[in-house]
């Protein structure tokens, strides 16, 4: 029978041998799991190629650890390894620290999730839909359908304005009456057609008012929530229906008026932004 105590090679024993095996072994197991967790966790935040990827970075990290900690039973000076090792791996940590800092940005993005596949979003000067969120880069589709690769620190260092996490979406047009006109006629007339719209909240209610007294009329304001998902599409369409509802219901809407003075006189003319000319 062979002792623990027997000789292999060198200095190292059968014993070390079964330490080193174990060691590894669990070190192996212990990446299985967390393989198995990542997979479970992650599977509907990154496509499959890129999920296999980090499976694997993550499974040979910890087999690696696994192997450096047994190697204390062969009687290793790890030492003198740690020298070694420390300087190739600052070498390599400078040659290769946009990869890692990419790569650590992506799986952090991945934890928080600030972003994900199909949000509306904006980056520093890029905005548009996420398309995919791999481990070094996001791609963003533009509004003007460009695909646009941002390295993950960048995602990760920046402002995210994110438009479609919240499921409602509010935005405001200011309509200008004459002064002859009836304000409250005006304002029940648009709550009315706001009233009949599907995709205007009742909650947060619309809320208009009168907001300023100009010198070409009177300011309303309108405030309306809509849901995200048809944001724009709402708020393109509905100032021109306010537009035809004002028209229909006669209510006057002011034209701007540009100033010229011409020999001394000045006139008035229905124009917008102000022009004068020098007198004679």
Known sequence: MISPDTIIYGEVT??????FAVVVVLAVIVAKIIGIYLKR??????????LDKLIKIVQLVIVLLGIWFALPSFSFDVGQLLVVGGTIGLIVAFASQKIVSN????????????VKPGDTIKVGDAAGTVQQIHILSTIIKTYEGIYVRIPNERVFTSDITNYVVNPARRFEYTVTIGYDEDARKT??????????????????????????????????????????????????????KIKLLLEREGIELPVPQRVVTLDRETRIHPDEGETRYASR
Not at 14 to 19: A, R, S
Not at 41 to 50: F, G, N, Q, T, V
Not at 103 to 114: A, C, V
């Open 14 to 19: 059968v014993l070390d041998l079964i330490i």
């Open 41 to 50: 966790s992650l599977s509907d935040r990154l496509e499959k190629a890129e």
């Open 103 to 114: 790569l650590g940005s992506g799986i952090f993005l991945l934890i928080e999730r600030p």
């Open 187 to 240: 304002m029940d007339a648009i709550n009315a057609m706001l009233e009949d719209h599907p995709f205007v909240l009742k909650r947060p209610a619309p809320d208009l008012f009168v907001s300023d007294l100009g010198p070409a009329g009177v300011k309303l304001t309108l405030q309306l929530w809509t849901p995200t998902q048809v944001w724009w599409t709402v708020q393109s369409e509905l100032l021109g």
